[in-house]
């Protein structure tokens, strides 16, 4: 009986011992598959086609605004929720949202500071945790100075939105709304946060009505108009200096979100895309290349982070966005066929690869 007892545990101690090398064996796999900044850039890859994507169904989000919700708006198609990004030299983890907020956001503030694409980022990030904590307490407040904040209180963790497409200031009523290439009026409230991702590009191109100003100013020079990539890369000049100077980087992370790519020339995706746009895209651009090449806002920001004295890291989203001709609300967003969207995009969708691309920035940070 003795020997059959020792015998037994004997078998169960090696049993145990195996779960345990087995465990071990896992975690070093998988650890060598996760994204090392120095022998893998996360942003170089290509869409692969998967069945459990997406990471959330938008109508289990009560937080997504119409126009992001193309499947509520009518989208007939679902192909495009099925794609993953595959990074070339390693693999992504998979985003996960008790995580982010137990580990990485506890105690913490994050912000997004942008335009309407800081806001479509926003938006998935918080129909990301809302799905990892469907019963968690959450609150949503908004101002009208364009600050909009998602606070779980469990966690005591914020994630903000504040409205400012340009960065830099704008001063003055119409007619006399005067841009000022030079001047950042907006930073304490920036300097509130633990996690800055910071985005501008989708206005600057805007004239007529949707120009928000009526003049631009640099130092003592102040004219109607000026070449806007050359505005552009003053202001974000600005912002860079700006960071340099009021960012503690043992307090604070800083993120610029890159440019996010508009749809609205097949030209620049297809050799035989005429005039086209992203209506009745379906599928992205197979592969690791786009046939416009790099966009011209995204090298000025590349640059000018180089250059910086303070460490800000570049979220390249920008190529992989181009290969998602499929991924915009189109006719399904807020102008139907009047005014197609090839600008934003639906939810869920790309912005919650940009999402998972910042969790991994975070957990590498």
Known sequence: MMRGAVSTGLVTVIVMILVVLTQIESAIVNDSLLPHRETCNIYIGNWVYDQSYPLYDSKTCPFIEKQFNCKSNGRPDSEYLKYRWQPSDCSLRRFDGLDFLGRIMRGKKLMFVGDSLSLNQWQSLTCLLHNAAPNAKTTLTRSPSGLSVFSFPAYNSTIMMSRNAFLVDIVGAPPNRVMKLDSISSGSLWKTADVLIFNSWHWWLHDGRKQPWDSI?????????????????????????????????????????????????????SKQGGKGSCIGETRPVMGFNYLAGPHRAEMVVAKLIKKMKKPARLMDVTLMSQLRKDGHPSIYGLGGHKAPDCSHWCLAGVPDTWNQLLYTELFNY
């Open 217 to 269: 100013a640099y130092g003592n020079v102040t004219v109607k108009d000026m070449d806007r990539l050359e505005a552009y890369e003053k202001a974000m000049t600005t912002w860079a200096n700006w960071v340099d100077q009021n960012i503690d980087p043992s307090k604070t992370k800083v993120f610029f979100q890159g440019v996010s790519p508009d749809h609205g020339r097949a030209n620049e995706w």
